[in-house]
């Protein structure tokens, strides 16, 4: 708890004012985080009309938050990995599932739904680890269209 009260700039006496324990900051961290990203893909990914435009416009809207919340993002990918604070169903990667099982259905694509979550998860977080490591320097509105091209190639 010192650790972090001094990367925030608090006193530790003010961390335990809203938090008991380590463990509940990684609660709430890990669930204002995927709450946040569930909230975009309802907005966003969601009423998009077709299968095709639902996945361009989930790369975008994954890349996007990776690239401007690299923290939240970092931890998220990381973290949730390690362990399940939360319900398999919270999670954002199984709202996305549930994109690609629909389409799957549907006949939409013929691409096994965990394939497709899989093209699409691990593409957009290599590129931020890429990104994260300065091998790329690319600008980001071309990263994006690139990176949403590819996984469009890819799942279609």
Request: charge should be negative.
């Amino acid at each position: 708890m010192k650790d972090i009260a001094s990367e925030v700039g608090i006193t530790e006496g003010a961390i335990y004012r809203h938090f008991a324990s380590k463990e509940d900051i990684i609660r709430y961290l890990t669930k204002e985080i995927t709450e946040e990203l569930n909230r975009l893909i309802a907005v966003e990914v969601l009423p998009q009309k077709t299968f095709r435009e639902k996945v361009a416009r989930l790369v975008e809207v994954l890349m996007g938050y990776a690239l401007t919340n690299p923290d939240k993002f970092r931890y998220l990918t990381v973290y949730h990995i390690l362990r399940e604070e939360l319900s398999q169903e919270d999670l954002p990667g199984r709202r996305i599932l549930e994109i690609f099982k629909t389409a799957y259905r549907e006949g939409d694509t013929d691409l096994i739904p965990e394939i497709a979550l899989s093209i699409v998860i691990g593409s957009v977080d290599r590129i931020f680890i890429l990104r994260e490591l300065g091998l790329t320097n690319v600008p980001d509105r071309e990263l994006v269209e690139n990176l949403k091209n590819a996984v469009l190639k890819a799942v279609f």
